[in-house]
Structure formats: structure tokens, C-alpha cells
């Protein structure tokens, strides 16, 4: 599956941060984003192109890890057929057209409440925290997002694309580690993501826990094969001789 790159690529005008930064209000990590946020940044986006918040724009200085934002907005920017990016602290997430219209049908309420951010282990439940205990975790992301405090799971034929900065750790290689959806029973399952300018993308069908994993050769088990091979060759360097005498010995006559 190749997964769509442009969520790191696109970047939003300095008027769509004016906009943002005049009309987003935040509170305690969460931005509220309005009607009239929406519409001036439409305004500002060419038709068909997608239509970004920089939410940390109007941060302050705080950290933005939620987002509210009108059912009717989300219906109007479907209705373009535009894709819609939120950035975050820490997070960028893009959903589809589709994936918006799915979103806004599902709604039961005049706001929708986003949430997309790294989190640390002890957030995640007990089943999750014991299967992800058995593999070498670099980051975990949660996504959710609630309507009246029930949560909206369905994106329909859409998808979503998260993008995360991330660092590979020192001696290990980007294209080594896999993005993984966290089930609440315990479950994993790997989801198509790609590494892309200090990014991992991870593409969706829906929201959950998700984990970035890494699966190539620890250096432990990199020293362990080489001292193994020494050993080995030592060996056999040291019985080659052996094994000959015995051969001549056996060969002199009596």
C-alpha cells in the first residue's frame, strides 16, 4: 500500500495562520475552532485544495492536543471536495473527503471533539500495555474523536493519515520500524505507513491506539551473531589441524 505523503508536504498560507490565529480560542490544550474559522480559511484556500488549521497558531505558547470543531464546517468543507489538516502538538492528521462525510453523518450533535497526540504507557489499558511490553516500542499515538462523549468510529470508504515527527534512534534505520493498530482487547495489527522527512504517516480506516514498533536487529543481537561467528571460526581453525593428524596417523603403516 503506498500511503499518501502530501500531509507533510502541504503547508498553510500565512493568511490561513492569520485566520487561525484571529478567530481559534484555546483552553487547557484544547483549540475551538468556529464557523467563521472555517469559512476564512476557505477564503483563503484555492477550490479543491485542502483546507488546513494550524491550530498551534492561536496556542499561545500552550500545547494543543484536542480540537472542537462544527459538524456544519465539516459538512461544507466535504461538500467542496476538499481534504481537511489539522495540525496539532505534536501531530498533523488529514482526512478524506469521504472520511468527512462519514464523520458528519455519524454526529449526533452540533460539534465534533478531536484528539490526536503522542501518549505515554501508563494511558493505555492493561491488555494493551502487556502485548506492546513483548516488542521494542518507540512511540505511541492515540486518536479519537467524540460527538456528545460517544465516540465516532465509522470513516465509511474514507481514510485518515497521521503524521508524527519522529526520530529513528541513533544506529537504527527509519525503514525498520512499522506502525501497529493497538486493539482495547489486546490485539495488534499492522496499518500502512511510510517514513517521510521526519515523519511517520500512518494511513486508517478508523481511530484507535496505534504504536510505532521496531523490528530490525538490536545491537545485542547484532554483537551477539558476530561474537557467535568468531567463535565458530575459532573452532573450526582449531579442530582443522586436529582432525589432519589423526588422518595421518591412521595412515602410517605398521
Known sequence: VIVDTKIVEEKASEEVKAAVKETVTVTEEKATVTKDTVEKVMENTEKGATVILPLTEAADGQAVKAAEVPVESI????????????????????????????????????????????????????????VLARHDVALRISAKILCNGEYIGNFGEGKARIAVPFTPEAGRNAEDYRVYYVAEIGDMSKVPSVYVDGHMILETDHFS?????????????????????????????????????????????I
Do not use: C, M, R, W
Not at 467542496?80 to 496539532?88: G, N, Q, R, W, Y
Not at 558476530?226 to 589423526?246: F, G, K
Open 75 to 130: 459538512e461544507k468543507i466535504a461538500t467542496a471536495d476538499s481534504a481537511l489538516t489539522v495540525e496539532f502538538e505534536g501531530a498533523k492528521v488529514t482526512f478524506e473527503p469521504e472520511t468527512l462525510k462519514a464523520i458528519a453523518s455519524s454526529a449526533n450533535g452540533a460539534t465534533i471533539e478531536l484528539h490526536v497526540t503522542p501518549v505515554e504507557e501508563y494511558e493505555l489499558n492493561d491488555e494493551q500495555q502487556a
Open 209 to 253: 491506539e496505534y504504536a510505532i514498533v521496531y523490528e530490525g536487529e538490536s545491537e545485542v543481537e547484532e554483537e551477539s551473531a558476530v561474537t557467535e561467528e568468531a567463535v565458530t571460526e575459532e573452532t573450526t581453525a582449531e579442530e582443522a589441524p586436529v582432525e589432519e593428524a589423526v588422518v595421518e596417523k591412521a595412515g602410517t603403516p
